[in-house]
Nanobody
Framework: VQLQASGGGLVQAGGSLRLSCAASGSLISVNNMAWYRQAPGKHRELVAVLSSGDTTKYADSVKGRFTISEDNAKNTLYLQMNSLKPEDTAVYYC?????????WGQGTLVTVSS
């Protein structure tokens, strides 16, 4: 499984961005896909998870502002981010879990200015 994240950039507080993660390779039995983020000097943290059956979970800090979704036809995972705050500034990573193995995409930087 190969993951390619894109869509990061610089945005003002209150603005929106949509991240994309294009997946390729053998995707037949992907169990979960997720977005993580890592801010400077902090540990990587889970932002949102999309599980089989379209179950979603979000970090408390992004509930009501972020939405995780997928387009199966395009093998693409999305993260719609609204009402962005400076504390959302981080490198965002997509993640897939399949057959007891986790796969990471390269990060995409999101910078939110105040």
């Amino acid at each position: 499984v190969q993951l390619q994240a894109s869509g990061g950039g610089l945005v003002q507080a209150g603005g929106s961005l949509r991240l994309s993660c294009a997946a390729s390779g053998s995707l037949i039995s992907v169990n979960n896909m997720a977005w993580y983020r890592q801010a400077p000097g902090k540990h990587r943290e889970l932002v949102a998870v999309l599980s089989s059956g379209d179950t979603t979970k979000y970090a408390d800090s992004v509930k009501g502002r972020f939405t995780i979704s997928e387009d199966n036809a395009k093998n693409t995972l999305y993260l719609q981010m609204n009402s962005l705050k400076p504390e959302d500034t981080a490198v965002y990573y997509c993640y897939a879990y399949q057959d007891l193995t986790g796969y990471w995409g390269q990060g995409t930087l999101v910078t939110v200015s105040s």
